[in-house]
């Protein structure tokens, strides 16, 4: 792929403005531009007012010119259809898509607007972050192979572990809940580990947790952070996810995240410490390593994981 300028369009201004920006910094070029569309939740209004101004930076990334990335799909794989339109046919263009089978509902993934997609925009690349959303997208749209890069990772060498709230180590799980949460296992954990560590869920939507102290209320950024920063590991108890925002951001602020092993947080640590298997004795065992984990270690990790970012989206787009 030729070099040139990138403009990255970020579809999910408040969501992702961290994302975002990671994804500026791992192209280390200086002529990458970015362009934030502020999401209802952010900007109020309507779906289809959002959609209008997702148009209108697209007609805006034409204007300026270059390759296109878009960090979140709007209207699913008619996002496709919908940059090829706006952008024209020579333009490169990708669309990163972060959840190929949404844990909740969300408009343009079922089959007729999969088919439009590869239809009318198949020349618009997908990337995806992690080899089980690509079988998933495999599985979805036949004969189309989306394009695998890792995600972003931003370290910030400037935070800094603080002490703690209690004499024993802190876990939490943070995050709005969702169905695929594992809530049995978070139960049996407490079981075995409510006597040594401190259990803390803070999230939207989270019924009560046997063993587990519940703050169901919505976590802002700078709130986020400081609940990470202040924590011994965080706990990913997801049965099935495609990435997990929370342990990137845990690794960032040099917190070890714990989750399974067949998940894309392998591709974060290079050996299994903080992963484990369908066993509660793995995850306690996950827990117990992360808990007593090194600062240093966790953002050598996160500096590993930056370096493997930066080098694979400067090789995709060629930039020098």
């Known amino acids: ?6 403009v990255v369009v970020n579809t999910l201004g408040g969501a992702l403005r961290h994302y975002a920006a990671a994804l500026v910094a791992s192209f280390g070029s200086d ?7 502020d999401e209802p939740s952010v900007a109020g209004g309507s779906g289809l007012a959002w959609l209008g101004r997702t148009l209108r930076a697209l007609v805006r990334a034409r204007r300026l010119g270059g390759r296109v ?3 979140w799909p709007v209207l699913g794989h008619l996002d496709r259809v919908l940059l090829r339109l706006v952008l024209g046919a020579k333009v490169d263009a990708a669309l990163v898509v972060h959840d190929p089978r949404p844990l909740v509902h969300a408009r343009g ?4 607007a999969r088919w439009l997609g590869r239809f009318l925009g198949g020349s618009v690349r997908m990337i995806v972050h992690s080899e089980q959303a690509a ?3 495999r599985e979805h749209c036949p004969g189309d192979e989306p394009v695998l890069l890792p995600h972003p990772v931003a370290p910030r060498s400037e935070s800094s572990r603080r002490p703690p709230a209690s004499a024993r180590p802190v876990v939490r799980v943070l995050g709005q809940y969702k169905p695929d949460r594992d809530v049995a ?16 869920v803070v999230g939207r939507g989270w019924p009560p947790v046997a063993g587990w102290s519940v703050r169901d209320a919505f976590v802002g950024e700078a709130e986020l952070d400081d609940l990470i920063v202040t924590a011994d590991a965080v ?6 996810f495609f990435q997990s925002g929370v342990a990137i951001r845990s690794l960032e602020l040099g917190t070890p995240a714990v989750g399974p092993a067949d998940s894309s947080m392998a591709d974060l640590y290079p050996d299994d410490r903080f992963l484990a298997d369908g066993s509660v004795d793995s995850w306690c065992r996950a827990v117990e390593r992360a808990a007593g984990a090194s600062r240093s270690d966790t953002v050598a990790l996160a500096r590993a994981a930056d370096e493997r970012a930066r080098g ?3 090789t995709e787009y060629a930039v020098p």
């Open 312 to 314: 694979a989206w400067r």
């Open 109 to 112: 993934y079922g089959a007729g």
């Open 185 to 200: 296992l978070l139960v049996a954990l407490a079981a075995r580990l409510g006597d040594t560590h401190l259990l803390e």
């Open 31 to 37: 002529d990458v531009r970015l362009l934030a569309v």
């Open 1 to 6: 792929m030729n070099g040139g300028r990138i």
């Open 135 to 137: 079988d998933a997208l």
């Open 69 to 71: 990335v878009v960090t």
């Open 235 to 240: 706990l990913v108890p997801y049965r099935r």
